[in-house]
């Protein structure tokens, strides 16, 4: 082998390596609200969906599972029962029940424009609607608690519907207080969002981490006008 041969293979250059572009990392991180799975690939069954927005929807799924047993259960217990109420037991106030469901569903409204204002980069907008939430779902859980203890008044408690009395009794007071912690769960979600934003931590059209709230939100409302509907509503037959 010659040495100009040698010299050259010596001197030759090597191949330039394209950028590896991570999954997430970097600048894309900027550009797609804070969060790294933004940037992933479409994916040919999700899309563009991030991992979280993902993972959010296999819970509600999962999640949606459960109310749905609890409800087959309430269901077959009713419909199997000769006698669905105990004698003395109350009757369900379905006119201030109905004014929590309709409180609940505003506040779904303001989650919708919490997430538009953050779209838009709106941040006292954002603000103010993500307080209207919470502000809804902390008047829901008030309103729950002074439908079982009472406030200024008796509740279903001391008017003699008590857990484990009867199917009626434990099958609402389950149903209603698994919704109750979800709402609980959802406002505790939102404030941590809501401090967040406050925080400056969604700017520059960083919102996925409300919009995946919102869906948590939008999830509890409507899982309580089911709840709502067959527990307080669908009319029981009068024993014999």
Not at 54 to 63: E, H, R, T, V, Y
């Amino acid at each position: 082998m010659s040495t100009s041969a040698v010299s050259e293979k010596e001197v030759a250059p090597k191949p330039a390596v394209a950028p590896v572009h991570g999954h997430g990392h970097g600048h894309h991180d900027d550009e797609h609200g804070g969060d790294p799975h933004e940037s992933w690939d479409p994916d040919p069954h999700f899309g563009k969906a991030s991992l979280g927005k993902i993972g959010m929807w296999f819970f509600l799924c999962s999640d949606a599972l459960s109310f749905g047993g609890l409800l087959l259960a309430y269901g077959i217990l009713r419909g199997s029962s000769t006698q669905w109420h105990n004698p003395g037991e109350p009757e369900l106030g379905i006119n201030f029940t109905a004014g929590l469901t309709f409180l609940l569903i505003c506040s779904s409204v303001t989650m919708v424009l919490a997430h538009a204002a953050a779209v838009e980069n709106k941040k006292k907008e954002t603000l103010l609607f993500l307080g209207l939430t919470i502000l809804g779902g902390a008047l829901f859980l008030c309103g729950q608690y002074k439908e079982y203890f009472g406030i200024g008044g008796p509740g279903l408690i001391d008017e003699g519907l008590v857990f484990g009395h009867s199917a009626y009794a434990s099958t609402f007071y389950l149903i209603t207080s698994f919704h109750g912690c979800h709402v609980f769960t959802g406002v505790t979600y939102l404030t941590v969002i809501f401090i967040r934003t406050a925080m400056g931590k969604f700017e520059g059209g960083k919102h996925n981490a409300i919009e995946i709230a919102g869906l948590f939100w939008h999830f509890v409302d409507l899982v309580w006008i089911i709840v709502f509907t067959f527990v307080y509503l669908v009319p029981s037959t009068p024993s014999p």
